[in-house]
C-alpha cells in the first residue's frame, strides 16, 4: 500500500516541469536550470572583466599616460584580476560540473538541491558588492587580485573592505558548490558505476572539489586578517606592531596555487572528454591521467613559495620550492602525451569543440614551458613581477582553462539546448581568436625578458612596438567574443534542431544516452549496466 | 613628481582631446610599422629588445645561460610534441580515410615518457642550484649601501669608511615628469629616449668590487631591479634583504632598472638609474659630495626672503608632494587629502613641521629627505601658496624643532 502511494507520488513529479516566469530562475533547485545561470553569470563576468582589459590595453596603446590616470589603472588591473579569477573562470566550472556531473554519473539531479540553489544566488550579490568598490571614495583598490600588505592594508581605501566581504561570500558559494559535487559524486552513481568508470571531466571535478574546500577558507583567513589589519588595529602584516608582510603572501600564496589547479585541472577534464570523441578513439591511459591529476593536486600544497623567490627566503627554502615546482611538469607533461596519444591513428574531425580543445592542449603547452622556465630560481630573478609573467598565466588560464570551456560549451550545446550552433561560424571563431589572443599574449614574452615591469601603467619608449602590437591583438580578441556571444543567442534561437541522441557520433559518455535536448529531470531511472560499461570504454574493451 | 590627476570624465567628454590621443595611438601603431626594427639599445640597456639582457657581471651572465639552457630544453621537447602532434593531425584525419585503432595503455611507453622528463628536469636543477648557492653567498662584501624603497623614490645610503654619511634621494628626472605631464594635458606620447627610465640623482658605485646591496622598505613592497646586474630583490618594510653584484673594471657606464613590485599609484615612476665609475673617480665624487653637503648646511642658517622660501617650495612640493596631494594640492579624494583649506596646513606652524618631519599614517617621514630650507620653503608653499595665512617660516625655525 505504502509503496503504491509512494509510486503515485513520483508519478506526479515526472510529469512537473519547470515553473513558469522569473520565479524559475529564482527558486529553482534542477542542476540544468541552476547550471544554466552559473553559465549566463560567468559570460557577463567574462564580459566585465574582459572589457577592463580593453581599457588596459587602450592605455598601453602609447607611452605617457593617455586615458586613465595610474591609480584607476591599478584599480582595473586589480577588478580585471578578480572578476576574472571569482566571477568568470571559476563559476564557468561549477556551472559545467552542475549541467554535466549528474548526466554523466548518471543521476537525476545534484545530491543537495537547495544548497545548490543558494550557492549561485550569493553569486551576483558578491559580484555587485565587488564592483560596486568602483564607486566609493578612493576608488576600486589597486594592490592587483595578488592584495600583498602592506599596500592593501594601511594604504589602501576603504573600498578594500568590499572586496573583503565579496571574497568571503564568493568563498561561501564556492565551498558550498564544491560540498555538494563531492556530494553527488560519492553518492549518487548509478549503481553499478565504480569510481575508476567515471569519466575524466567527473574525476577532475571530484579532486578540484576536494582542493576547493581545502583553501577557500586559508584566503577567507588572509583576508579576515586584512580586515582586523585595516579596522582594529590588528598587526599581523605589519612589521611595526610585529607583524610581517611576507606572512600575507606565504597564506595568500597557500590558497592562490592550488587556485590555479582549480582553474585548470576541470579544463584537462573537458580536454579528455572531447579529444577521444572526435578522434573516434578512447582515451589514452585513463588510469593515468586521474593519477596524474591527483598527483597535481597533491603537488599544488606544496609549491606556493614559487611565487615568491624574491621576498628573501633562506636559500634552503628556494631550492626545496624549485625542486618541487618543476616536478610538477612531470604529471603535467604525462596528461600532455596521453592526449597526444589518443589522437595518435585516431580517425580525426575538426569540428569546433575540437578546434578549440587541441589548441587548448598546444597553447596550454607554451604556458607550461614559461612556467618551467620561471620554476628555475635564479632565471625568476630576472622574469620576476615582468610581463614574462603576465604571458605566462595569461597563456594558462586564457588560452588554457578558457579555451577549455569554450570548448565544452560548443561540445555540449547541442545537448543543452537541442540545437546545432553554426558550425561555419564557430570555426571563424575560433581562428579570429585563436589568431588574435596570440598576437595580443606573444608579444608580452618579449616585453617581459626585455625588462618591461608587470602592473605599469606607463612604460619607457623602447617597449612601445610590442606594446602596440598586444593592443591590437587584444582589441581583436575582445572583439571575438561580441561573435561568440552571436554564435550562442542565434544557436539557442534558431539553430538547427537536432534530433539524435549523441549528435557527436562517438561520444560515449552518458549525457549521450539520453534524449536531445536533455529533458527537465534526467535519469529517474539509472542507465543500465550495459550503458555504464559503454561510457566507461576505457575499462571494458580489454 | 607632478602627475596632475585629471578628471576622467572631464576628459573623455573632450571630443577634442580624445581624438588627439588616438591620433597618438594611432602614430604609436604607424612607428609600430614602420619602425619595428629601429629601436635598438636606449640608455645603456643591453637588451636586444626581445630577449633577456645578457648583463654584464659574472651573475647576470650565468642567469642568462641558465635561462638559454632551459629556453632550448623548451624549444626542443616543444618541436618534439608538437612535431608529433600536428603529424597525427595531418595523418591520422578521417577525411583522409584514417580508420581509428583501439588501443587506450601502454606501460612501457607510459613508463617512458615519466622518466625522460625527470632526467631533463635534474639536467636543468644541477646548474641552477649552483648558481642559486652562489648568488646567496652576500658575505665578504667592499663595500654596502642600504636600499630603501618608499612611495615612489629610492633612497640610498652609503655604510662603509670614506662614504659613510653620503646618503640622498634618487627621484624620477625632470624631463620625463614634464613629458608624462604633456602626455596627460594634450595626449602626446613622449618622445625622450629615456623617459621613465631616469632619475634626478643616480647611485653611484665603483666598479671591480663586491657591493652589498642592503635592500629595505619604508612604507609598501618595492622590488630593487637592476636587469644588467641580474640583481632583482624585494623591499620589504620592516625587514633587510640583502643581495650583491661585482661590476667588472672596464664596464663603467649607467644601467637602468625599475620598481618590480606594486606599490601603489606611481609603481611606474620609480627607476632605478646605477652609475657604475671607476674606483678613482668613485673615491673623488665621494668628496665632492661631502663638500656639497656642507655648503647646504649654511643654507639653514642664513635668513630667507618669502619670494625666495615661494620658489624653492613650489619647486619641492612638486618633487616631493605632488605625487600623493597633486599638483593642485587638491588631493584624491578617500586616498590623499587637501592640503587646500586644509586645518592641519592653516593651523599650528609647529604641529606642521612635525608632520612633514615624522610622517602619520600613509604618509611617510620627510625628515631625511628634506632638509630645514627645503622644509621651511615647502611649509610657505603649502599655508601662503595654496592657502592664505599670511606669515613666513624661516629655515632656523625647523632646525629648532627638529
Known amino acids: 500500500m505504502s509503496t503504491a502511494t509512494a509510486t503515485t507520488h513520483n508519478d506526479d513529479a515526472h510529469h512537473h516541469g519547470p515553473e513558469k516566469g522569473l520565479m524559475r530562475w529564482v527558486r529553482t533547485t534542477n542542476h540544468k536550470d541552476i547550471g544554466t545561470l552559473y553559465l549566463w553569470f560567468s559570460f557577463i563576468m567574462l564580459l566585465t572583466g574582459g572589457a577592463m582589459a580593453m581599457m588596459i590595453r587602450l592605455e598601453l596603446l602609447a607611452p605617457g599616460l593617455q586615458y586613465v590616470d595610474p591609480q584607476f589603472f591599478n584599480s582595473l588591473t586589480t577588478m580585471h584580476g578578480l572578476i576574472m579569477v571569482f566571477g568568470a573562470i571559476m563559476p564557468a566550472f561549477v556551472g559545467l560540473a552542475n549541467w554535466q556531473v549528474p548526466m554523466m554519473i548518471g543521476a537525476p539531479d545534484m545530491a543537495l538541491p537547495r544548497m545548490n540553489n543558494w550557492s549561485f544566488w550569493i553569486l551576483p550579490f558578491a559580484a555587485t558588492l565587488l564592483i560596486s568598490s568602483f564607486f566609493v571614495e578612493g576608488g576600486a583598490p589597486g594592490s592587483g587580485w595578488t592584495m600583498y600588505a602592506p599596500l592593501s592594508t594601511t594604504y589602501a581605501p576603504k573600498s578594500m573592505d568590499f572586496v573583503i566581504f565579496a571574497i568571503h561570500l564568493l568563498g561561501f558559494s564556492s565551498i558550498m558548490g564544491a560540498i555538494n559535487i563531492i556530494a553527488t559524486i560519492t553518492n549518487m552513481r548509478a549503481p553499478g558505476m565504480r569510481l575508476m568508470d567515471m569519466p575524466l571531466f567527473v574525476w577532475t571535478w571530484l579532486i578540484t572539489a576536494f582542493l576547493l574546500i581545502a583553501v577557500m577558507p586559508v584566503l577567507a583567513g588572509a583576508v579576515t586578517m586584512m580586515l582586523t589589519d585595516r579596522n582594529f588595529g590588528t598587526s599581523f602584516f605589519s612589521a611595526a606592531g610585529g607583524g610581517d608582510p611576507v606572512m600575507f603572501q606565504h597564506i595568500f600564496w597557500f590558497f592562490g596555487h592550488p587556485e590555479v589547479y582549480i582553474m585548470i585541472l576541470p579544463a584537462f577534464g573537458i580536454a579528455s572528454q572531447i579529444i577521444p570523441t572526435f578522434a573516434r578513439k578512447p582515451l589514452f591511459g585513463y588510469a593515468s591521467m586521474v593519477y596524474a591529476t591527483a598527483s597535481i593536486a597533491i603537488l599544488s600544497f606544496v609549491v606556493w613559495a614559487h611565487h615568491m623567490f624574491l621576498v628573501g627566503m633562506p636559500i634552503e627554502g628556494q631550492l626545496y620550492f624549485m625542486y618541487a615546482t618543476i616536478l610538477i611538469s612531470v604529471p603535467t607533461g604525462i596528461k600532455v602525451f596521453n592526449w597526444i596519444a589518443t589522437m595518435w591513428r585516431g580517425s580525426m574531425t575538426f569540428e569546433a569543440p575540437m578546434l578549440w580543445a587541441l589548441s587548448f592542449v598546444i597553447l596550454f603547452t607554451v604556458g607550461g614551458f614559461t612556467g618551467l622556465m620561471l620554476g628555475v630560481v635564479p632565471a625568476d630573478i630576472q622574469y620576476h613581477d615582468t610581463y614574462f609573467v603576465v604571458a605566462h598565466f595569461h597563456y594558462v588560464l586564457v588560452t588554457g582553462a578558457l579555451w577549455a570551456i569554450i570548448a565544452g560549451v560548443y561540445y555540449w550545446f547541442p545537448k543543452w539546448t537541442g540545437r546545432m550552433y553554426d558550425e561555419k561560424l564557430a570555426k571563424i571563431h575560433f581562428w579570429w581568436a585563436v589568431i588574435s589572443v596570440n598576437v595580443l599574449f606573444f608579444p608580452q614574452h618579449f616585453l617581459g625578458l626585455a625588462g618591461m615591469p608587470r602592473r605599469y601603467a606607463d612604460y619607457s619608449i623602447q617597449f612601445t612596438d610590442f606594446n602596440v602590437l598586444s593592443s591590437i591583438g587584444g582589441f581583436a580578441f575582445g572583439a571575438s567574443f561580441i561573435l561568440y556571444a552571436y554564435i550562442l543567442i542565434k544557436g539557442i534561437v534558431a539553430g538547427k534542431k537536432v534530433e539524435e541522441n549523441a549528435p557527436w557520433e562517438s561520444a560515449t559518455t552518458l549525457e549521450w544516452v539520453i534524449p536531445t535536448p536533455a529533458p527537465y529531470h534526467s535519469f529517474e531511472t539509472p542507465p543500465t549496466q550495459e550503458q555504464i560499461d559503454r561510457a566507461s570504454q576505457h575499462i571494458h574493451t580489454h | ?402
Open chain 2, 1 to 402: 613628481m607632478g602627475i596632475q590627476m585629471k578628471n576622467t570624465k572631464k576628459t573623455l567628454s573632450s571630443v577634442n582631446i580624445f581624438a588627439k590621443r588616438f591620433v597618438s595611438s594611432i602614430i604609436a601603431i604607424s612607428s609600430f610599422l614602420f619602425a619595428f626594427n629601429a629601436y635598438a639599445n636606449f640608455g645603456l640597456n643591453t637588451s636586444n629588445g626581445y630577449n633577456m639582457p645578457r648583463g654584464v657581471t659574472e651573475m647576470s651572465h650565468q642567469i642568462y645561460d641558465l635561462h638559454m639552457i632551459i629556453f632550448y630544453v623548451c624549444v626542443a621537447i616543444g618541436i618534439g610534441v608538437f612535431g608529433v602532434m600536428g603529424y597525427s593531425m595531418y595523418k591520422h584525419r578521417k577525411s583522409k580515410g584514417s580508420k581509428a585503432a583501439n588501443f587506450h595503455e601502454n606501460i612501457k611507453v607510459e613508463i617512458i615518457w615519466t622518466i625522460i622528463p625527470l632526467i631533463i628536469l635534474i639536467i636543468i636543477a644541477i646548474p641552477a642550484t649552483k648558481v642559486l648557492i652562489e648568488r646567496e653567498d652576500v658575505s665578504k662584501a667592499d663595500i654596502n649601501i642600504k636600499v630603501t624603497g618608499s612611495q615612489w623614490k629610492w633612497r640610498y645610503e652609503y655604510m662603509d669608511s670614506d662614504a659613510k654619511g653620503i646618503s640622498f634621494f634618487s627621484n624620477l628626472d625632470k624631463r620625463s615628469r614634464e613629458q608624462l605631464q604633456t602626455s596627460i594635458d594634450t595626449g602626446v606620447s613622449p618622445s625622450y629616449e629615456n623617459y621613465l627610465v631616469n632619475v634626478d640623482n643616480r647611485l653611484i658605485v665603483p666598479t671591480g668590487v663586491k657591493i652589498r646591496f642592503l635592500i629595505t622598505a619604508s612604507d609598501v613592497i618595492h622590488s630593487w631591479w637592476v636587469p644588467d646586474f641580474g640583481v632583482k630583490q624585494d623591499a620589504i618594510p620592516g625587514f633587510v634583504n640583502a643581495t650583491w653584484a661585482i661590476i667588472p673594471p672596464g664596464k663603467e657606464g649607467v644601467y637602468r632598472g625599475e620598481c618590480a613590485e606594486l606599490c601603489g599609484k606611481d609603481h611606474a615612476y620609480m627607476p632605478v638609474v646605477v652609475e657604475a665609475v671607476s674606483q678613482e673617480e668613485f673615491t673623488r665624487w665621494v668628496g665632492e659630495f661631502h663638500n656639497a653637503k656642507k655648503d647646504a648646511q649654511k643654507n639653514a642658517n642664513k635668513e630667507w626672503t618669502e619670494k625666495d622660501l615661494m620658489t624653492a617650495g613650489e619647486q619641492a612640493y612638486g618633487s616631493y608632494c605632488a605625487a600623493c596631494h597633486q599638483a593642485t594640492g587638491k588631493g584624491i579624494e578617500g586616498i590623499f587629502p587637501s592640503v587646500v583649506d586644509s586645518a592641519m596646513v592653516i593651523g599650528d606652524k609647529k604641529e606642521l613641521a612635525m608632520q612633514i618631519l615624522n610622517g602619520k599614517g600613509a604618509m611617510s617621514a620627510f625628515r631625511d629627505q628634506l632638509d630645514d630650507a627645503q622644509i621651511a620653503a615647502v611649509m610657505q608653499f603649502l599655508r601662503n601658496g595654496f592657502n592664505k595665512v599670511g606669515d613666513i617660516t624661516q629655515p632656523s625655525e625647523v632646525k629648532a624643532w627638529r
